[in-house]
C-alpha cells in the first residue's frame, strides 16, 4: 500500500451525508440499526498534507443529542502514512486515538487498537472512493484482535 498528500482530495468541499450506523456501536451483541442524515465541510489545511471536516448532525436516531463532529486527518510523507483522529461535541475535550494506514488505488484502510467502552477493541476505518462524487466511509470493530470485524457504521457522502 503506497500513499501520498493527494489520497483525500476526493472529499474538499461540501457534502451531505447519510449515516447508517449501530444503536450502541460499543456493544457487540447490539442489532438494532439507526439511520440519520448530516452535513460536512472539508477543506484542505498546512499545504495540503492535512485536512479538517467538520461534521454537524443536528437529528440523530441513536437517541442522544444532535451533535457536531471534527476529524482532522494529517498525512506523514516518510512514512507515506496518514493518521486520522475524531472529536466531538458527545464526548467534550476528548481527541480519539488515531487510526493510520493508507489507500490502494480507491481504497483506503486506517487501524489502530483502542479502547472503548472498557473493552480491548481494534478499530478499522475504510473509505471507497471509486467514485469520487459519492464516495463511503465505514467503520469496523474486532473484538477478537482482528480474526473477525464487525461493521458498525457506514456514511455515503453526496456533494452538497
Known sequence: MSSSQHDFDFIF????VRNRKLADVTDPTCDRWVEFDAHSDV????????????MSVPHPT??????????????????????????????????????AGGF??????FETADTIAGRHVRVRFE???DDPDRPRWQQSFSHDDGATWTLNWHMTFTRA
Open 43 to 54: 477543506s484542505p489545511v498546512l499545504h495540503g498534507i492535512g485536512h479538517v471536516d467538520q
Open 13 to 16: 468541499g461540501s457534502w451531505s
Open 104 to 109: 490502494d488505488g480507491t481504497h483506503g484502510v
Open 62 to 99: 441513536d437517541g442522544g443529542a444532535p451533535f457536531d463532529g471534527f476529524t482532522l486527518r494529517l498525512y506523514e510523507p516518510d512514512e507515506e502514512t496518514w493518521r486520522i483522529w475524531w472529536s466531538s461535541t458527545r464526548a467534550p475535550g476528548v481527541l480519539d486515538t488515531p487510526v
Open 127 to 129: 473509505w471507497l472512493a
